[in-house]
């Protein structure tokens, strides 16, 4: 919604806005970054594999997926007892132009 007329009501969409800082929130991390680019180079990975290989507690690892997936940069697939990971490159380009958008509009 754009609003350019002073006399209209202004509308702040704040839970939208909550839920677009939380996508921009899990990928400024360092730790997730990595995990990120663990799971590019193998392609896809299972939890196991990451935190072995990111020497990281399972239950650590498991909350960063968890964010990861919640934002929508990970895939899941499940096959048997294993989920396996991989990027979801869609969606990082997406969160790439968003942001490259609103630097550039200042």
């Known amino acids: 919604m754009t609003i350019t007329d ?3 009501e202004l509308q702040i969409e704040i839970v939208q806005l909550k839920k677009a800082a ?4 899990a990928i400024n991390n360092k730790l997730r970054q ?3 680019h663990l799971i590019h180079q193998n392609a896809r990975i299972t939890v196991t594999e990451i935190y072995v290989k990111l020497n990281l507690e399972q239950s650590v ?3 960063h997926l968890s964010i990861l997936r919640q934002a929508g940069y990970v895939n899941t697939e ?6 396996f990971y991989s990027v979801n490159y869609a969606r ?5 132009e968003t942001a490259k958008n ?5």
């Open 78 to 83: 499940k096959e048997g007892k294993y989920r």
């Open 92 to 96: 990082l380009n997406q969160v790439h």
């Open 6 to 8: 002073t006399t209209t």
């Open 22 to 25: 939380l996508v921009f929130r």
């Open 102 to 106: 609103l630097i550039t509009n200042i």
């Open 34 to 36: 990595q995990v990120l």
């Open 61 to 63: 690892t498991s909350q």
